[in-house]
């Protein structure tokens, strides 16, 4: 904290997780009394996950009400899961338990702009920002005894960044009878594998999408408290990074979701109804 109109804040998260667990187990040894329901066959079985993130937030306003602001951060995860599917099915001496590693650096700055409007006929709210994540990791598949890995079954390191940007507006006008927005953003998404096993398997790609919105609420009176809204949006998500550089020539990276909804509400007192229709 700076002074009213100015604020600065810093925040740190660490996190540190241990379990044990059972895993699968064979029903008809417990059924026969060889195994007992809360025992288990692979006392390796379990995980771990160390985390620490810090972040920086920085917010300035302006004399008209406008403000911007801007935030940051930094994390570091490392995070170990132990499983056994088959126990002695495909390896009776070593046993068939593996270990999936993920170790992760991520840094990531988010930048805003806000500022009202108030005219003759009404008020609205500009907003309009960026940011960018960046996403460094290593993957892995080993096979284990307990939680020591003695092979190799697949390693990779991948990166993926993301930079967006995005503008929108609101508007209230009409005595607050119609409230209007819309908005348009844009993600662009940059993959990048190194296999550590098969060098053939990595790659480079680049995709990106728009995601527009809009909405509408009408009041047609204030003695009846009936209101009409329609919203529309679109998001994205995308493959993981060794799935998109992977993928046959053609085939999207990236995947997008529409969403639709119009209806009706009534409120009056502590009650209010509302009807709606979605389409996705």
């Known amino acids: 904290y700076l002074r009213p109109e100015r604020q600065l804040?810093?925040?740190?998260?660490?996190?540190r997780y241990r379990f044990q667990a059972s895993g699968q187990l064979p029903l008809d040894l417990i059924a026969t009394g060889q195994l007992d329901r809360f025992g288990f066959l692979d006392p390796g079985d379990g995980g771990r996950t160390t985390?620490?993130?810090?972040?920086?937030?920085?917010?300035?306003?302006g004399s008209a009400g406008q403000f911007w602001k801007l935030d940051g951060f930094v994390e570091r995860?490392?995070?170990?899961?132990?499983?056994?599917?088959?126990?002695f099915l495909n390896d009776p001496v070593r046993g068939d338990g593996i270990q999936q590693h993920d170790s992760r650096l991520r840094e990531g700055l988010n930048a805003q702009y806000v500022r009202p409007q108030v005219t003759s006929w009404g008020t609205g709210l500009l907003s309009a920002g960026g940011g960018y994540l960046d996403s460094q990791m290593n993957v892995g598949l080993y096979n284990r005894i307990l939680r020591d890995p003695f092979e190799t079954a697949a390693s990779a390191d991948a990166r993926v960044t993301n930079g967006s940007g995005y503008v929108q507006e609101s508007v209230n006008f009409w005595q607050g009878r119609i409230t209007a927005g819309g908005g348009v953003r844009y993600d662009a998404f940059r993959y990048r594998v190194r296999d550590r096993i098969d060098p053939s398997a990595g790659g480079t790609s680049l995709d990106g999408r728009w995601q527009p919105k809009a909405s509408v609420t009408f009041n047609?009176?204030?003695r009846m408290p009936v209101g009409f809204h329609f919203n529309y949006g679109r998001g994205v998500n995308s493959l993981d990074a060794r799935g998109v550089v992977q993928r046959e020539p053609g085939e999207p990276a990236i995947a997008t979701t529409d969403f639709v909804q119009s209806g009706i509400s009534w409120r009056t007192g502590r009650f209010s109804v509302m009807g709606d229709y979605f389409h996705i």
């Not at 804040?9 to 660490?14: D, H």
């Not at 985390?51 to 306003?61: I, K, P, S």
């Not at 995860?77 to 126990?87: A, G, K, Q, V």
């Open 77 to 87: 995860s490392l995070w170990d899961l132990y499983s056994n599917f088959t126990f």
């Open 9 to 15: 804040g810093v925040k740190y998260n660490l996190t």
């Open 220 to 222: 047609p009176s204030r």
């Open 51 to 61: 985390a620490g993130r810090t972040g920086l937030y920085y917010r300035q306003e």
